[in-house]
């Protein structure tokens, strides 16, 4: 379950990281009581599940109530990545010296705790290379460690201690709710030194949801989401026609960032889950299949604990029983990864060495 950014601050907040003053709100009339009570200027802020918002313009400064009156039902009447505002957050303007990265994220591959880190914030992760990699097993982050990660940020002074203060207080958050992901982008030095969490991210493992009755209240499901949960994967359904499916919340999210950014449009968020069977890829198609709209399907699959033998067995059962007639773009790696490869050589699947070649190929087969 991937969390908006409101819902993700509201959990930074219990945990005392440091946020600026904002409100959240889904009408004009409950924007226009915000707005008095945080008082310009501040930013009007779309609230959707994917990232992109401010190239889309969801994301605009606002001075005063003429400018409110213009850009909030601008920005509560966006689109983004087949993605309708589901609240629109208003946030007080920071004065900001530098943008800053952080995330921690449940590393499947290696059955750890990974930090990233790096002194370019504000920016996709992916596309920077200046990044500081820590791995640390069960999430749990030492003074010592938190103090590294600053040192090798090239931090000093009150951004260290408040680095070291707000890393430490996102593993604890990340640990105790067993997220896959909690990120802060960017994380802004202000121009007193100290940090403030401008945006968040949080991803919630599905598998362990049952046990957090207090993020229950974060959940809207459609009828074929409900019915993914109960067999027993994650299912975000989107207004595109490419579906993408994936093992691993932060692979399928990156994946479908990375098709938004080279025009496809997504269909559906799947995350077939650590623990998938050929039954449970096969129900998961046949909820695709269940989607009139979806013109494509394409994987991007990672085999470590689910065996890539697994999803191929499932997609030639879905071709025998004629359950999907769409081609099929994928990348496979990993467990078995050759072998599955080879099953599906003479079937309909277009296998891809890279996920970019595989993401082209699905726009450009979409589009004819």
Known sequence: MRLLEFQAKELFRNYGINL???KASTTIEEGRKHAK????????KIQVPVGGRGKAGGI??????????LKYPQVLGLTIKGEKARAILLEKMADIKKELYLSLFLNRSKRCYTIIASPEGGVEIESVKNQIIKEVGLGEVSDQVAREVAKEMKLEGKAADDFVDILQKLAKLTVEKEAE?????PLAIMQDGSLMA?????????NSNFRHDELQKYQEKTEIEERAEKSGFSLVELDGDIAVVGNGAGLVMSTLDMLSD????????LDVGGGATTDSVYEALTLISKMHRVKGILVNLYGGIVKTTVVAEAFLKAYDDKLINLPVFARLKGTESDKAKEMLKNSRTKIF???EEAINAAVMGIKR
């Open 20 to 22: 600026l003053p904002s």
């Open 37 to 44: 009570e945080l008082g310009y200027p501040f930013v009007i």
């Open 60 to 69: 605009q400064k606002c001075q005063n109530d003429d400018e409110f009156e």
């Open 181 to 185: 992901l909690a990120e802060i982008n």
């Open 198 to 206: 401008l945006d968040g991210k949080f991803v919630t493992d599905d």
């Open 262 to 269: 080279n025009g496809g449009k997504p269909a559906c968020f």
């Open 353 to 355: 060495d890279s996920v």
